[in-house]
């Protein structure tokens, strides 16, 4: 086994493999367990009509509005089976020296805001402080419930569908950049620009429950799966995997919005690498697809059809100009750029 540091992000996926297919053994009850690109947990508890979808994910990349990132950001994978949120378990993590009542508070309230926006309870979870941190860290647990008959999950994408991305990409980007360059930015841009960038967590917004019901609604979906840490690229690789099929995407088509190719390009970061959190990637045959995509549009949701799903198992290509490449793998989310030593 190689004994070497190990970059930021996600583990690499074929180190990942080899760890689940050794330490994960799902058992009795479970309909969907771990894997690369798949959302969330599925168990089958018993009962004649739902499943339990559970979910865990942390927040690490900023300290502002933790506790609204982390509502969203775990709402949106239970979302993406088809579910609907309804419990909510936090372990709130302040670092030793800079913690406050204040500071406790504020997060406390923002997971409770954000869970009374979308009907979510919570329901318990754990508070530490500690040493070796230098931000606050949330780490959310969502529970949410699927009708048996309404699961939807990332495998479910078939050769022929088309591919649809909602509002575009890189909102969660803009918005940890315009968070923690802030004060640099400001140097740069009026503040006006800098305040809109930051409160793209809420506008456009990085949750993607509406875009899901409204898709799910219209009727036809096969895969619903948002593109988080390693951006557009790394959703797209999971969708593919997930599902044993090929992609082709159309890069004349993603949409990158303004602000996103102003500060990603500022900083030197690649928009389809970048963490992407508030779009939606969704499957369905084609007659189904502009129904979708008619649906979203009359919700106010920006939905592009961006490509296709093709035979051709794990491939992803993207085509430009008329040609045709591998689309990039990101080893790490882009965004981890701005947080590294200047020494690396």
Known sequence: MANKTLPPGKLPPDMLRRLLASYAKPGKGVVVGPGIGLDAAVLDLGGPAEFLVAKTDPITFVAEDVGHYSIAINANDIACMGGTPRWF??????????????????????????????????????????????????????????????????????????????????????????????????????????ERCRMFLKEPGVSVLKDARTAIAAGGVHCLHDPTEGGLSSGLYEIAEAAGVGITVRAGDIRVLPEAFELLGRYGLDPLGSIASGALLITAGPDDSVKIIAALEREGINAYDIGSVTEKDGCVRIERSGTSADMPVFERDEITKLFQKPSQ
């Open 89 to 194: 378990l936090a372990s709130v993590i302040l670092p030793e020296g800079t913690a406050t009542e204040e500071t406790a508070e504020g997060i406390f309230r923002s997971i409770y805001e954000a869970c009374e926006g979308i009907g979510v309870s919570v329901v318990g979870g754990h508070t530490e402080i500690t040493h070796g941190i230098d931000r606050p860290i949330v780490v959310g647990h969502m529970l949410g419930t699927v009708e048996k008959g309404a699961l939807i999950t990332p495998a479910g994408a078939r050769p022929g569908d088309s591919i649809i991305l909602t509002k575009g990409i890189a909102i969660e980007a803009v918005s940890v950049i315009a968070r923690i360059k802030s004060e640099e930015l400001k140097k740069i841009y009026h503040e006006e620009f800098v």
